[in-house]
């Protein structure tokens, strides 16, 4: 069973930093794509970045140049660097990830649980 557990959420005052961390546990194979979710309160969950096999990556427009995703693939991690965090990027934070969770061929998207990101003075 395939497991993605998220940690590094907090309250945070606005121009601070954060760094989000997501690891797959259990039978893994191998990782595709991952990438970091996250859910404004009273808003859509929306797509803040990507990074694929190769650490080909990309971002949402409202936080290019100040978050950074990034994936150790020994460690079957992905982490999200934020600075200058605003209160706008406040919400609940979920790791999504391309798993191959057995010998077969067939990968699954996985969830993490989330983790809460407060960005407040």
């Known amino acids: 069973q395939v497991q993605l557990v998220e940690s590094g959420g907090g309250l945070v005052q606005p121009g601070g930093s954060l760094r989000l961390s997501c690891v797959a546990s259990g039978t893994v194979f191998g990782i595709g794509i991952m990438a970091w979710y996250r859910r404004a309160p009273g808003k859509e969950r929306e797509l803040v970045a990507i990074i694929d096999s190769s650490s080909g990556t990309d971002y949402a427009d409202s936080v290019k140049g100040r978050f950074t995703i990034s994936r150790d693939n020994a460690k079957n991690a992905v982490f999200l660097q934020m600075n200058s965090l605003k209160p706008e990027d406040t919400g609940d934070y979920y790791c999504?990830?391309?798993?191959?969770?057995?010998?077969?061929?067939?990968?699954?998207?996985?969830w993490g649980q989330g983790t809460q990101v407060t960005v407040s003075s």
């Open positions: 999504n990830a391309d798993v191959r969770p057995t010998l077969a061929p067939q990968t699954y998207y996985y």
